[in-house]
């Protein structure tokens, strides 16, 4: 669920100097998600941020959702017949004890369905979405600019909204509605200012930015069915 519920990093400028370094905003007291299997660190923008690795701090503070139960993980995916063989604990139970509702794309459900783009299999989404909802996602933000965003998504043909350390940075909406929840596309779905200094400390143009440590909150908020979000330059 993306204000991108769906993140950010501190950074050092260069643009014939060295630039001042990015914060979260003060008294944040999310965490970017880790687990045994996940180290890969904090996101980059430019480059994908996965929905289901919002941030660690639980309800009212890396996410809002409208009730507390994990409706994929902690709920559909104690069925049986949603325990695919292709998966596994982990994987039917991701994050369950948390209020964001996920899920993962399975042969059954999803690859039975005709999509449009290639849906490829134990892929996470988030699902289950309802207008006001929201995630945190801490991010590195590498250069300032403005960037396309593309989504593998399904369902409705909704809208969401992306924030960077609590200012407006997009509001996006889905081109087009897919058949059904496991139907599924990839489009481009708006862009997002990173020029005007919307990433405390980062300069509003020139220089490229070396990721330190984590620097920009991404906050999503969006009722969709959605995997990833790809930032990308035009």
């Known amino acids: 669920m993306m204000n991108l519920r769906d993140a950010a990093v501190a950074a050092a400028a260069f643009c014939g100097c060295i630039g001042t370094w990015a914060a979260l905003p003060s008294g944040y007291a999310g965490k970017p998600f880790a687990d045994a299997f996940h180290q890969s660190g904090v996101p980059t923008i430019p480059g994908i941020v996965q929905c289901a690795f919002h941030d660690l701090g639980g309800e009212g503070v890396a996410c809002h959702d409208t009730d507390l139960l994990n409706n994929g993980s902690g709920k559909l995916n104690l069925d049986p017949r949603h325990q695919r063989a292709h998966a596994g604990e ?24 005709t999509n449009l783009v290639s849906a490829h299999i134990n892929q996470f989404y988030v699902s289950w979405t309802e207008d006001g909802e929201w995630c945190n996602y ?4 590498l250069q300032p600019g403005t ?45 997002f200012d990173a020029a005007g200094q919307p990433v405390q400390g980062l300069p509003a143009a020139g220089g490229w930015f070396e990721a330190r440590v984590p620097s920009a909150l991404l906050k999503a908020d969006q009722p969709l069915m959605v995997k990833w979000v790809d930032f990308y330059r035009p």
């Open 90 to 113: 982990y994987i039917w139970h991701f994050r369950k004890d948390e209020g964001v509702d996920l899920s993962f794309v399975n042969d059954w459900a999803d690859l039975n369905d």
């Open 138 to 141: 801490t991010v590195n933000v």
């Open 147 to 191: 960037y396309g965003i593309r989504a593998p998504y399904a369902d409705q043909a909704s809208s969401v909204t992306f924030d960077v350390n609590g200012k407006a940075a997009a509001k996006c909406r889905l081109p087009a509605a897919t058949p059904g929840y496991h139907h599924w596309n990839f489009a481009a779905i708006g862009t």
